[in-house]
């Protein structure tokens, strides 16, 4: 059992780590000049002259850092705000599960509908400003990517604000607030000066997540993002989509140089905490008073509320438009509602419904046994891996582009076709860290005392396992599972690299509509694509609470 | 079983040597399922795939799965990364919906299969001839490596309400912009789309448009765009967002037409505007328009890559694609709404008559209506353009 | 019969924490080990139930009956063991971690548990959520779980440390009343000096 319990994890980031390596060294030879199949015989620097040449490169790099960064921070800013709230009110979490459910791409085609110059927004005062049709104005697709920021944010902060409010769930929060406000300090202060302290270090790897994430997405920057040029992320989508095919060598140089770039911004993250740490240690000390702080964390609370309704501003939207028949700009409703959209679109996402069933479901169970296997083995040897923890999580910190290209040319040169069990593979490589994220906490935490009395009945560690710890855990597996079933579902890059285009899910679907003419049939896909993983939260809210209906210890958690 | 086998043998006797490999290639089709790529944009160009693989798998046997791209090129990544992983058979991709540089890329690389489209029994239907619109892509020579199966026309699509008087001219758009500034844009030229309404114009206004037929040089390249650019930056300021931001591709104009953002859009669909007013995305007065001169018009073709798996089921469905029955579903407007590539001359009575048959909307120009069709500049052409163009105009 | 030969336990860090001790507790017998927090009563009992944690290093035999148990995972030894909380498994009701040990050749299960539930005053509890039932209540039901699972020997860590003085009587004679019947050896840690005398049995002090 031992020697299974230190193969396991081996096994484990073998599975993730080997076709993100052979990924990115095929990356790596065709930046070097070294594509054989279009007669590139390099290495040479070519693709990094052209890559150079780029017009609007510059750009383009800044505004990845710009909108990547931007997006991190301030999601940031309103998490902590919010946490604020929630932790004092003990409540308005619940509201978090429908955004996090929603994927990235039903979120930003809702978004932009709710901001573009004919959406919601503009209709909404088109009376009152006398507008007969809508505003030559950005108010998406803005040149310095302030709506793709809006539009992260309103995704990323309920992220970041769920491992907050989990982060504070293991420290005293409580206690140490009402310690420091008998000293007289006020609750901003605390917060910056106490807790903000003591929750970063289970807080750097979301950030890092989120900042790798916002810097290095496609199709919420392709919606919601400047043109002209684009951020880095998307022209290398470009590139990779060019006629002219030496451009796939640029792009690979490019996937490269956004890599580093992904790397620099986390760096620097990560280097930038000390002065600020040493600046806050001395700002406690010096007990300076903070005038602006209580106005500037209304504002953040405020903005928060905004992003929160902005969210769910599209998902309604989208809702209303799959009902839609025309709806012209400025009603603020559909002339005319029909379900002819849902009738005669059911062929076109009956089968892609089916593939992400599939892609979800599988992927969601090897990610949840794999974890399952991961935390048995490190209960059972009863050490932590701390290295191997982080290594889980490099598919999430790498951006996608840079190595899936690879990874298809790696399957296929392995003999692998492309197809449904490479998109499952695929996608459980991104499915298991967020697993690992739900699940790892919990099941630390399961009181020791049961499994020793469970050993000391006769109980062996299979039947510890199966009959104590698993349904003990229930609720925290089948939040897992739906977590894992919403980034199942939200995967674009990996479903279409890896399955050739042959295994259409809800979401390549509808990003593919999301650039066609009728937003209704895409609102249709979006729709059930936002379906499932609400779905799933649902289904981990309810059957809990069946099952342990008679269970008071267990509701809790 | 027995029978089909027979009346195959006897068929394959009485039949030219031409026949009898169709016939092979039939038999060896039945029970293939084609993995068609093909852009996914359009709702019922989605549908009309659909049917053609009903119809295919009810005929011969052939399945039909529609893998839906974003753009084209998805599609030769797919093909060339295969080739570089050494996979020379069996490959993904049966049949792509291509033209224009895609095709010239992987004719470049030796990604397709063929020549074939020239034996397909309905190929009896084209025009082939040299310098015929079915046999030139781009002024590339098709040299069968890729068959026809739609005509595409540049229109542009405006709200009669809106644009009761469009601009008879590609110049004529520099005034109209200036009247309704922000009122109009062009998708990013690099796309499509975008990189047509530019060649539109310096078909125009080139001071010797015989030169766009042959390969770019820098010298015929300065001389004849120059107007272009003077006419370009006259217009820009005046576009959507002031010239600064660019629609993705044109179904993305065609949603801001339809939000009401700008009055004119472009479609490759001289049938886009009926189709959608049809469909409740815009409003009854919506219309095509060309310049007076005509319109850049080129064909859709489909091309087999060179490790095709289901090589013989995608011939059989770029086949049936020509078929005048086909054809004539495919330029119905209630279906498709897309002109045939047959040559008229070539059909026989009955196959006119369901052209003729065929219904019209108040929003479906004429053939007359569109004017003459412009040949498309070399592929060279565009490419050279659209790097100029990203040059300076991206910040 | 329950027997320590030359038992030593050190610490990660390799500094002893106990012993070498020997000792023997007859069948029927409560053994009581008393001393101060931190002598390592607790680590004692891990030892024999074997629950002890990575890196402690164990010197020694434990005889059971004549067997020598060193070195056998927990579940293997057929010793059982009672903590101070008495904490009931919280997904399962009360009759089913009653039943949760017991060995499976029984066939009356349902029966040997509900006679035991209404030994311990619980009768028509079965189906109960152990949340809902009272210190007293619980620590009677810990105890006959661990005794329906027919320990050859069993283990007490503080058991009645958490419960009020007025229960503290109350569940003590319950507990010895019902070890003595089963006729096994019982090795109990504590620091109450009451406990000890209640058990009637021999004491050691640590420490």
């Given at each position: 059992?031992?020697?299974?319990?230190r193969f396991?994890?081996?096994?484990?980031?073998?599975a993730?780590?080997?076709?993100?390596g052979a990924g990115?060294w095929?990356t790596?030879?065709?930046?070097?000049?070294?594509?054989?199949a279009?007669?590139a015989q390099?290495?040479?620097?070519?693709?990094?002259a052209?890559?150079w040449?780029?017009p609007?490169?510059?750009r383009?790099v800044?505004?990845?850092?710009?909108?990547?960064?931007?997006a991190t921070?301030?999601?940031?800013l309103?998490?902590?705000?919010s946490?604020m709230a929630?932790?004092?009110?003990?409540?308005?979490?619940?509201?978090l599960a429908?955004?996090l459910?929603?994927?990235h791409?039903a979120l930003?085609i809702?978004?932009?509908?709710?901001m573009?110059?004919?959406?919601w927004i503009?209709?909404?005062?088109?009376?009152?400003?006398?507008?007969?049709?809508p505003?030559d104005?950005a108010?998406i697709?803005?040149?310095?990517?302030?709506?793709?920021?809006?539009?992260?944010?309103?995704?990323?902060?309920p992220f970041?604000l769920?491992?907050?409010?989990?982060?504070?769930?293991?420290?005293p929060?409580?206690r140490?607030?009402?310690?420091?406000?008998?000293?007289?300090?006020?609750?901003?202060?605390?917060?910056?000066?106490i807790i903000l302290?003591?929750?970063?270090p289970?807080m750097?790897?979301?950030?890092?997540?989120v900042l790798?994430y916002?810097m290095?997405?496609?199709?919420?920057?392709?919606?919601l993002?400047p043109s002209?040029p684009p951020?880095?992320a998307?022209?290398?989508?470009?590139?990779?989509a060019?006629?002219?095919?030496t451009?796939?060598?640029?792009?690979?140089?490019?996937s490269?140089?956004q890599?580093a770039?992904?790397?620099a911004?986390?760096?620097a993250?990560?280097?930038?905490?000390?002065?600020?740490?040493r600046?806050g240690g001395?700002w406690v000390?010096?007990?300076?008073p903070?005038?602006?702080a209580?106005?500037a964390?209304?504002?953040l609370r405020?903005?928060?509320c905004?992003a929160?309704?902005?969210?769910f501003g599209a998902m309604v939207?989208?809702?209303?438009?799959?009902?839609?028949?025309?709806?012209?700009f400025?009603d603020?409703?559909p002339q005319?509602?029909?379900?002819r959209?849902?009738a005669?679109s059911?062929?076109g996402?009956?089968?892609p419904?089916a593939?992400?069933?599939i892609m979800a479901?599988?992927?969601?169970?090897?990610?949840?046994l794999?974890a399952?296997a991961w935390l048995?083995?490190e209960t059972?040897?009863?050490r932590?891996l701390?290295?191997?923890e982080?290594?889980?999580f490099?598919?999430?910190?790498l951006?996608?582009?840079?190595?899936l290209?690879g990874?298809?040319?790696?399957a296929?040169?392995?003999?692998?076709?492309?197809?449904?069990?490479?998109?499952i593979?695929g996608?459980?490589i991104?499915v298991?860290?967020?697993t690992?994220?739900?699940l790892?906490?919990?099941w630390?935490a399961?009181d020791?005392?049961?499994?020793?009395?469970?050993?000391?009945?006769?109980?062996g560690?299979?039947?510890?396992?199966?009959?104590?710890?698993?349904?003990?855990?229930?609720r925290?597996?089948l939040t897992?599972?739906a977590?894992g079933?919403?980034v199942?579902?939200?995967q674009?890059?990996?479903?279409?690299?890896?399955?050739a285009?042959?295994t259409?899910?809800?979401t390549?679907?509808a990003?593919?509509?999301?650039?066609s003419?009728d937003?209704r049939?895409?609102?249709?896909?979006?729709?059930i694509?936002?379906?499932?993983?609400?779905?799933?939260?649902?289904?981990?809210?309810?059957?809990?609470?069946?099952l342990h209906?008679?269970r008071?210890?267990l509701?809790?958690? | 079983?027995h029978?089909?086998?027979?009346?195959?043998?006897?068929?394959?006797?009485?039949?030219?040597?031409?026949?009898?490999d169709?016939?092979?290639t039939?038999?060896?089709?039945?029970?293939?399922?084609?993995y068609?790529n093909?852009w996914?944009g359009d709702q019922?160009?989605?549908?009309f795939?659909?049917?053609?693989?009903?119809?295919t798998?009810e005929?011969?046997?052939?399945?039909v799965?529609?893998?839906?791209?974003?753009?084209?090129?998805?599609?030769?990544?797919?093909?060339?990364?295969?080739?570089?992983?050494?996979?020379?058979?069996?490959?993904s991709?049966d049949?792509?919906?291509?033209?224009g540089?895609?095709?010239?890329?992987?004719k470049?690389q030796?990604?397709l299969?063929?020549?074939?489209a020239?034996?397909l029994?309905?190929?009896?239907?084209l025009?082939l001839?040299?310098?015929?619109?079915?046999?030139l892509?781009?002024?590339?020579p098709?040299d069968g490596?890729?068959?026809?199966?739609?005509?595409?026309?540049?229109?542009?699509?405006?709200?009669a309400?809106?644009?009761?008087?469009?601009?008879?001219?590609?110049?004529?758009?520099?005034d109209?912009a200036?009247a309704?500034?922000?009122?109009?844009?062009?998708?990013?030229?690099?796309?499509?789309m975008?990189?047509?309404?530019?060649k539109?114009a310096?078909?125009?206004?080139?001071?010797?448009?015989?030169?766009?037929?042959?390969?770019?040089?820098?010298?015929?390249?300065?001389?004849?765009t120059?107007p272009?650019?003077?006419?370009?930056d006259?217009?820009?300021p005046?576009?959507?967002?002031g010239?600064?931001?660019?629609?993705?591709?044109e179904?993305?104009q065609?949603?801001?037409?339809a939000?009401?953002?700008?009055d004119?859009?472009?479609?490759f669909?001289?049938?886009?505007?009926?189709a959608?007013?049809?469909?409740?995305?815009?409003?009854?007065t919506?219309?095509?328009?060309?310049?007076?001169?005509g319109?850049?018009g080129?064909?859709?073709?489909?091309a087999?890559p060179f490790?095709?798996?289901?090589?013989?089921g995608?011939?059989v469905?770029a086949?049936?694609?020509l078929?005048?029955?086909?054809q004539a579903?495919?330029?119905?407007?209630?279906?498709?709404?897309?002109?045939?590539?047959?040559?008229?001359?070539?059909?026989?009575?009955?196959?006119?008559?369901?052209?003729?048959a065929l219904?019209?909307?108040?929003a479906?120009?004429?053939?007359?209506?569109?004017?003459?069709t412009?040949p498309e500049p070399h592929?060279?052409?565009m490419t050279?353009?659209?790097e100029?163009?990203?040059?300076?105009?991206t910040r | 019969?329950?027997?320590?030969?030359d038992l030593a336990?050190?610490l990660?860090?390799?500094?002893?924490?106990?012993g070498p001790m020997?000792l023997?507790v007859?069948?029927?017998q409560v053994l009581?080990v008393?001393?101060?927090s931190?002598?390592?009563?607790?680590s004692l009992l891990?030892?024999i139930?074997g629950?002890l944690?990575?890196?402690?290093?164990l010197?020694g035999?434990?005889l059971?009956?004549?067997?020598?148990?060193?070195g056998?995972?927990?579940?293997?030894?057929n010793?059982g063991?009672?903590?101070q909380n008495?904490?009931l498994?919280?997904?399962?009701?009360?009759g089913?971690?009653?039943g949760?040990?017991?060995?499976?050749r029984?066939?009356?299960?349902?029966?040997?548990?509900?006679s035991?539930l209404?030994?311990?005053g619980?009768?028509g509890?079965?189906?109960r959520d152990p949340?809902?039932l009272?210190g007293?209540?619980?620590?009677?039901?810990a105890?006959?779980?661990?005794?329906l699972?027919e320990?050859?020997?069993?283990?007490?860590?503080?058991?009645?440390?958490?419960?009020d003085?007025q229960?503290?009587?109350?569940?003590r004679s319950f507990t010895?009343d019902?070890l003595?019947?089963?006729?096994?050896?019982a090795?109990m840690?504590?620091h109450d000096?009451q406990?000890?005398?209640s058990?009637?049995?021999p004491?050691?002090?640590?420490?």
């Amino acid at each position: 059992m031992s020697l299974a319990a230190r193969f396991l994890p081996a096994l484990i980031l073998t599975a993730i780590l080997l076709p993100i390596g052979a990924g990115l060294w095929q990356t790596a030879l065709a930046a070097a000049g070294h594509l054989p199949a279009i007669g590139a015989q390099g290495p040479d620097l070519a693709a990094w002259a052209a890559l150079w040449d780029r017009p609007g490169l510059g750009r383009a790099v800044w505004l990845s850092l710009f909108t990547g960064i931007g997006a991190t921070l301030l999601s940031f800013l309103l998490a902590l705000a919010s946490a604020m709230a929630i932790t004092r009110k003990g409540r308005g979490g619940r509201l978090l599960a429908p955004l996090l459910a929603m994927p990235h791409a039903a979120l930003a085609i809702g978004l932009a509908f709710v901001m573009a110059p004919s959406g919601w927004i503009a209709r909404a005062v088109a009376p009152v400003l006398g507008w007969d049709r809508p505003p030559d104005i950005a108010s998406i697709g803005d040149p310095f990517g302030l709506s793709l920021i809006a539009g992260l944010t309103v995704k990323e902060f309920p992220f970041l604000l769920l491992m907050m409010l989990t982060a504070c769930a293991q420290i005293p929060l409580r206690r140490h607030l009402r310690a420091g406000r008998a000293l007289g300090a006020s609750e901003a202060r605390l917060w910056l000066a106490i807790i903000l302290p003591q929750i970063w270090p289970l807080m750097r790897l979301p950030v890092l997540v989120v900042l790798a994430y916002s810097m290095s997405v496609v199709d919420v920057a392709l919606i919601l993002g400047p043109s002209n040029p684009p951020t880095l992320a998307v022209l290398l989508a470009r590139d990779y989509a060019d006629p002219d095919l030496t451009r796939l060598m640029s792009g690979s140089a490019g996937s490269l140089l956004q890599l580093a770039l992904v790397g620099a911004a986390a760096g620097a993250g990560l280097l930038i905490r000390r002065p600020v740490a040493r600046l806050g240690g001395a700002w406690v000390h010096a007990g300076a008073p903070a005038p602006g702080a209580g106005i500037a964390l209304r504002a953040l609370r405020g903005a928060a509320c905004v992003a929160m309704t902005l969210g769910f501003g599209a998902m309604v939207a989208l809702v209303i438009w799959s009902l839609a028949w025309r709806w012209a700009f400025p009603d603020l409703v559909p002339q005319e509602l029909s379900l002819r959209i849902w009738a005669r679109s059911v062929q076109g996402w009956a089968a892609p419904l089916a593939n992400t069933l599939i892609m979800a479901g599988a992927s969601t169970a090897l990610a949840l046994l794999a974890a399952i296997a991961w935390l048995e083995s490190e209960t059972r040897s009863n050490r932590r891996l701390p290295w191997a923890e982080a290594a889980i999580f490099v598919p999430l910190l790498l951006p996608q582009i840079g190595f899936l290209f690879g990874v298809n040319t790696a399957a296929l040169r392995a003999g692998l076709s492309p197809g449904m069990w490479l998109v499952i593979w695929g996608h459980a490589i991104f499915v298991f860290p967020y697993t690992m994220i739900a699940l790892a906490d919990p099941w630390r935490a399961v009181d020791p005392r049961h499994f020793r009395a469970g050993a000391a009945l006769g109980a062996g560690p299979w039947r510890r396992l199966f009959a104590l710890r698993l349904p003990i855990l229930l609720r925290p597996i089948l939040t897992a599972a739906a977590i894992g079933i919403a980034v199942s579902v939200a995967q674009y890059l990996p479903t279409l690299f890896l399955g050739a285009g042959r295994t259409p899910s809800l979401t390549t679907e509808a990003v593919t509509l999301a650039a066609s003419s009728d937003r209704r049939v895409t609102a249709v896909v979006a729709t059930i694509q936002a379906a499932l993983p609400l779905m799933g939260f649902a289904a981990a809210f309810v059957i809990p609470a069946i099952l342990h209906r008679n269970r008071r210890d267990l509701r809790g958690a | 079983m027995h029978r089909r086998s027979l009346l195959a043998l006897a068929l394959a006797a009485l039949a030219t040597p031409a026949m009898a490999d169709w016939t092979d290639t039939l038999q060896a089709a039945r029970g293939q399922t084609v993995y068609w790529n093909a852009w996914g944009g359009d709702q019922r160009t989605n549908d009309f795939i659909r049917w053609v693989g009903q119809q295919t798998e009810e005929r011969f046997g052939v399945e039909v799965v529609h893998v839906k791209l974003t753009d084209t090129a998805e599609a030769v990544t797919r093909v060339l990364s295969e080739k570089s992983a050494g996979r020379t058979e069996g490959g993904s991709v049966d049949l792509i919906w291509i033209n224009g540089p895609n095709f010239l890329s992987m004719k470049e690389q030796d990604l397709l299969h063929g020549p074939f489209a020239g034996d397909l029994p309905n190929a009896r239907f084209l025009d082939l001839s040299e310098g015929a619109p079915a046999a030139l892509d781009f002024t590339t020579p098709v040299d069968g490596m890729e068959s026809a199966w739609r005509l595409a026309r540049f229109v542009f699509i405006r709200d009669a309400d809106r644009v009761p008087e469009p601009p008879v001219d590609m110049a004529g758009f520099v005034d109209w912009a200036a009247a309704n500034p922000g009122r109009m844009t062009h998708p990013d030229p690099a796309n499509f789309m975008g990189a047509t309404f530019l060649k539109q114009a310096l078909l125009e206004l080139a001071p010797d448009p015989r030169a766009l037929k042959a390969p770019v040089t820098d010298a015929a390249y300065a001389a004849q765009t120059a107007p272009l650019w003077d006419w370009y930056d006259a217009l820009r300021p005046n576009l959507w967002r002031g010239g600064e931001a660019f629609p993705e591709n044109e179904s993305v104009q065609q949603q801001l037409l339809a939000d009401g953002e700008i009055d004119i859009a472009m479609s490759f669909d001289p049938a886009a505007a009926a189709a959608q007013v049809e469909q409740g995305l815009l409003p009854e007065t919506a219309r095509v328009f060309v310049p007076d001169a005509g319109s850049i018009g080129n064909v859709s073709f489909v091309a087999i890559p060179f490790n095709a798996a289901n090589r013989e089921g995608a011939e059989v469905v770029a086949d049936f694609l020509l078929a005048p029955e086909t054809q004539a579903r495919m330029q119905n407007i209630e279906v498709l709404g897309s002109f045939s590539v047959l040559d008229p001359e070539r059909l026989d009575a009955e196959a006119q008559a369901r052209f003729e048959a065929l219904p019209t909307a108040p929003a479906l120009p004429t053939l007359a209506e569109l004017g003459p069709t412009l040949p498309e500049p070399h592929a060279s052409w565009m490419t050279r353009l659209t790097e100029d163009w990203a040059d300076r105009h991206t910040r | 019969m329950l027997e320590l030969i030359d038992l030593a336990i050190r610490l990660p860090g390799g500094r002893p924490l106990l012993g070498p001790m020997s000792l023997r507790v007859e069948a029927g017998q409560v053994l009581s080990v008393m001393g101060p927090s931190g002598v390592g009563k607790s680590s004692l009992l891990d030892a024999i139930g074997g629950h002890l944690g990575a890196g402690f290093a164990l010197q020694g035999r434990v005889l059971l009956d004549g067997r020598d148990l060193t070195g056998l995972p927990a579940e293997r030894r057929n010793i059982g063991m009672i903590f101070q909380n008495s904490d009931l498994f919280p997904h399962l009701s009360v009759g089913q971690n009653l039943g949760f040990g017991m060995p499976r050749r029984h066939r009356d299960r349902r029966a040997r548990i509900e006679s035991a539930l209404v030994d311990a005053g619980l009768g028509g509890m079965h189906d109960r959520d152990p949340a809902t039932l009272s210190g007293g209540q619980r620590a009677r039901a810990a105890l006959m779980r661990g005794l329906l699972a027919e320990p050859a020997a069993i283990l007490l860590d503080e058991p009645f440390s958490a419960l009020d003085a007025q229960l503290r009587d109350e569940i003590r004679s319950f507990t010895f009343d019902h070890l003595r019947a089963a006729g096994i050896p019982a090795l109990m840690v504590t620091h109450d000096a009451q406990d000890a005398t209640s058990a009637g049995g021999p004491v050691i002090a640590l420490g």
